[in-house]
């Protein structure tokens, strides 16, 4: 009977036990947010400052390792300086599969638009909701809090030997200044600029046929 006893005493404290952690609430685990970006440091060169660190596309976007495949993305200073204010920055939906050339966000200005291109291939995991909300930090922030997301990046190694880096990308941005003031003496004296910045905002003063351009030659969409 003793015996009995036991194991029945047993089996309420094995069913108590059960129930009360089952009741215990799930915690969903939730991803570790990316870290905010620190302050790059800034090389002159050539007249012209640019990151220490960064890789530069072709299309005038930018990215930084930021350790464990994950890639931090934006647009360059020419190309923000191009734009001026804008209206808003629309980024490729999260958990897209984004590739390297090809279509990133869309940055718009009233009924006018142009596309930028992804300098890395992945999946973007995290947006600048900052950016979204104020996107004109992308001018005047461009290589800090004017940051547009984060890509997962299994190739980031491989996808890197096809930017731009190191001491070539001042004499880059330079070649990129005299091809637009040679653009902009043949199309409109009038906003052609020799040396230094473009004329803050020019891409959107001028009609869809220069712009269309523009956009082919520098941002290759």
Partial sequence: MSILFVLLTFLLILSYSYFRRNETPAVALQPAPFQKMTAPRMLKTAG???????????????????????????IDGFATNL???????????????????QKLCTVRKGAQ????LSPVEGVLVSVNHEVLKNPNLITEDP????WLGVVKAPELSINVKNLLA??????????????????????????????????????FQVDSTVQRKLAKEFFLS
């Fill in 48 to 74: 012209f400052d640019v990151p220490e660190g960064y890789g530069f596309h072709l299309g005038h976007t930018w990215v930084r390792d930021e350790g464990q495949q994950n890639a931090r993305i934006g």
């Fill in 83 to 101: 734009f001026g204010q804008v209206d808003s920055v629309e980024m490729a939906d999260l958990n897209r599969w984004v590739r390297q050339g």
């Fill in 113 to 116: 638009s142009v596309e930028m």
């Fill in 143 to 146: 290589y800090k809090n004017g």
């Fill in 166 to 203: 190191g001491p070539i990308v001042p004499a880059w941005m330079q070649n990129s200044f005299a091809r637009l003031s040679g653009m902009m003496q043949t199309i409109n004296p009038a906003l052609a600029q020799d040396g230094g910045l473009p004329v803050k905002g020019l891409y």
